[in-house]
Nanobody, 120 residues
Framework: QVQLVESGGGLVQPGGSLRLSCAAS????????MGWYRQAPGKQRELVAF??????NYADSVKGRFTISRDNAKNTVNLQMNSLKPEDTAVYYC???????????????WGQGTQVTVSS
């Protein structure tokens, strides 16, 4: 069993900052990639940022404001969110592509989601 547990969401004023963290635990052999998605009410889930083998990728809407980082030793991924805007309000989901044993195909896992609300 693999679990992804997120933390760090909450309410923040426009222009403020939040830091999201996600820890992967359980039977993990290797992690190919980790990232963050978000889903606002009435909208589809969208990619925010991901990191794999040192390569970073960001949605255009968050470039220059959000920074993703990963601690391979701890199987964690973080998302530092600065200059937050009301349109960043959404449920943020941690995502990991990983294998649970040598030779197995990688599978995608999701966290339970954490609410981020940007409002004055």
């Amino acid at each position: 069993q693999v679990q992804l547990v997120e933390s760090g969401g909450g309410l923040v004023q426009p222009g403020g900052s939040l830091r999201l963290s996600c820890a992967a635990s359980g039977s993990i052999f290797s992690i190919n990639a980790m990232g963050w998605y978000r889903q606002a009410p009435g909208k589809q889930r969208e990619l925010v940022a991901f990191i794999t083998s040192g390569r970073l990728n960001y949605a255009d809407s968050v470039k220059g404001r959000f920074t993703i980082s990963r601690d391979n030793a701890k199987n964690t991924v973080n998302l530092q969110m600065n200059s937050l805007k009301p349109e960043d309000t959404a449920v943020y989901y941690c995502n990991a592509l990983l294998t649970y044993r040598s030779g197995s195909n990688p599978n995608t896992y999701w966290g339970q989601g954490t609410q981020v609300t940007v409002s004055s």
